[in-house]
């Protein structure tokens, strides 16, 4: 893959990992990440930005892992990490990053009036010296480096042309102009990126980039106001995941610049009927791509999102339907083939083998190391004694259970026994092995069996949360179908979300909910939960 600049095509920057995981309670371990940033080279995003190195030993082991693992080839996606302009910050991402063949640093810093007072308490001037510096520090690490004045749509236009003048002198290579709170509208970002255009010297030497947050819906139309005002990356991520109302989608802007390619073709110079892809992004790999992101962060995808929601390619009206059954394109501007959203088929039985099992995981993302790939093999062989037909939709549940098994010790549940129905008292019995590796057991009695079980698990496990949210969807169709479960915990003002499946759902409830726990125990500092030293 060619790193140069291209001004007749659009550089996807993908910040699933880094904007995305900030979404609340999205909390993803390595394994987790390692499986999306291996889904994203796939997909064929040129930036990927992994992590915030600096921010815990977790994101830093991240970004590390994923510079070695995806981003180590000389045609491997440049791998990024982001970096407040601050030296030990700088200093962490160059280390983090120091396996990738293409690594970016990315550096930023505010330059809006309501951050200088309020937030970083500095003058512009303090503000101007700092982004020569520290961009300047981080060209000393890697050639590679990104400036994003933060808040800029909130900046003054005077002001943030002189911080971007200082940033490309100090060897930025890309400069990026977030719409940090998502204020903007579409056409106020065209004067913006036009006056940047216009007033920052050596703009032109560098890629520019957009950064569009979605507070009021407009994240992808900001972005593609932007592509026809002359930038040349945006950054976005899977399904529009991200800080408060997310980013733009990925799969919003490459569809856009797919479908509509003959109107986009002329605006980045080429002849209209060009036929050459706007991006390098193999559409075929946005619905796995999707749903790999919806199942390792919990976040369901609505049903009415654009590309890739369950009703995206559903016609309910009768005038629809039979327009569409006579052709096509009466009613739908794309192909669901093209995004990859096939028939969900049945593709292993329970005669299948170890290799099938292992090969088809790999084509649908996951690479799981030989221990996880043991127990993802036997957990397959238990759902096909009990479900005839095995689709990609089980395996990848029964994939994503293993990716988000903890690889630090953790709370795992060894038993759950439930006795429930009319004229009987819910009651639950439940084992857990801690992390110090005791067993403990308990029984309680509750409203439902889930109550039941969850009620033991916190006498057990001892963290104090609130379950905000319980969901359980089918998997795929039929009456044996695995069900998964979605908890939604919060502990203190922080989110963690769970989940698993299992064809029995109060196990699945089980799971999810030590899953969430789990993640919970993994944010506590020092005060560690009482049974983690019982
Ligand atoms: O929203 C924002 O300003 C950001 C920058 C770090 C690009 O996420």
Not at 109 to 123: A, P
Not at 133 to 148: L, T
Not at 163 to 179: C, M, Q, S, W
Not at 262 to 288: M, S
Request: aromatic letters at 4%.
């Amino acid at each position: 893959m060619s790193h140069q600049p291209q001004s007749d095509r659009v550089i996807i920057f993908d910040t699933t990992l880094r904007d995305g995981e900030q979404s609340p309670g999205a909390t993803l371990n390595v394994g987790e990440k390692l499986a999306i940033a291996h889904q994203l080279a796939l997909l064929g995003v040129d930036v990927i930005e992994a992590g915030f190195a600096v921010s815990s030993p977790g994101d830093f082991e991240a970004v590390q892992a994923i510079a070695r693992e995806v981003g180590g080839r000389p045609d491997s996606p440049i791998i990024c990490s982001l970096a407040r302009a601050v030296p030990k910050d700088i200093e962490a991402a160059a280390e983090a990053l120091k396996p990738a063949a293409h690594p970016r640093i990315h550096v930023f810093l505010s330059t809006s009036d309501i951050h200088l007072e309020h937030q970083l308490r500095k003058s512009r001037a303090e503000v101007l010296a700092l982004t020569g510096e520290m961009v300047a520090y981080a060209k000393g690490f890697v050639a590679d480096v990104e400036f994003s004045p933060m808040d800029a749509t909130r900046s003054e236009p005077a002001f943030l042309y002189q911080v971007l003048e200082r940033a490309i002198a100090a060897g930025a290579t890309t400069i990026n102009i977030p719409d940090t709170v998502g204020y903007r509208t579409p056409k106020e970002i065209e004067a913006l990126i036009q006056g940047v255009r216009q007033n920052v010297a050596g703009i032109d030497q560098v890629i520019l980039s957009i950064h569009t947050q979605n507070d009021l819906g407009l994240a992808t139309a900001n972005a593609l106001a932007a592509i026809e005002s002359g930038v040349r990356q945006v950054e976005c991520t899977i399904n529009g995941i991200g800080e408060r109302a997310g980013n733009a989608a990925l799969e919003e802007v490459v569809m856009a610049l797919h479908v509509r390619q003959a109107y986009f073709n002329p605006i980045l110079g080429r002849p209209a009927d060009h036929t050459e892809p706007l991006t390098r992004i193999n559409p075929q790999e946005l619905y796995r791509s999707s749903r790999m992101v919806s199942q390792a962060t919990g976040m369901s995808v609505q049903p009415n999102k654009a590309i890739v929601g369950a009703n995206a390619f559903a016609h309910e009206s009768g005038i629809h339907q039979d327009g569409v059954l006579k052709h096509r394109e009466t009613y739908e501007i794309m192909d669901a083939a093209t995004i990859g959203l096939m028939e969900n088929q049945i593709v292993l039985g329970k005669h299948s083998g170890r290799n099938a099992f292992r090969t088809r995981l790999q084509t649908l993302g996951f690479q799981l190391a030989e221990e996880e790939l043991n127990r993802a093999f036997h957990r397959f062989k238990e759902l096909a004694d009990k479900k005839k037909d095995i689709t990609d939709w089980d395996l990848e549940a029964i994939a994503r259970d293993e990716v988000q098994a903890d690889a630090e010790p953790s709370f795992r549940l060894e038993h759950v026994q439930v006795t429930c129905g009319d004229c009987t008292c819910p009651t639950a019995t439940v084992t857990i092995v801690t992390p110090t590796g005791e067993i403990l057991t308990e029984a309680a009695v509750g409203t439902g069996p889930v109550d039941a079980v969850y009620q033991v698990i916190n006498r057990l496990v001892k963290i104090p949360n609130h379950l905000v949210e319980f969901a359980v969807q089918s998997v795929t169709e039929g009456i044996d179908a695995l069900g998964t479960v979605t908890v939604r915990l919060r502990h203190e003002d922080r989110l963690f979300i769970g989940q698993a499946s299992d064809t029995d759902i109060v196990v699945a409830a089980a799971f999810a909910y030590m899953n969430a726990l789990n993640r919970l125990a993994r944010s506590l500092p020092a005060a560690a939960p009482a049974a983690l030293s019982a």
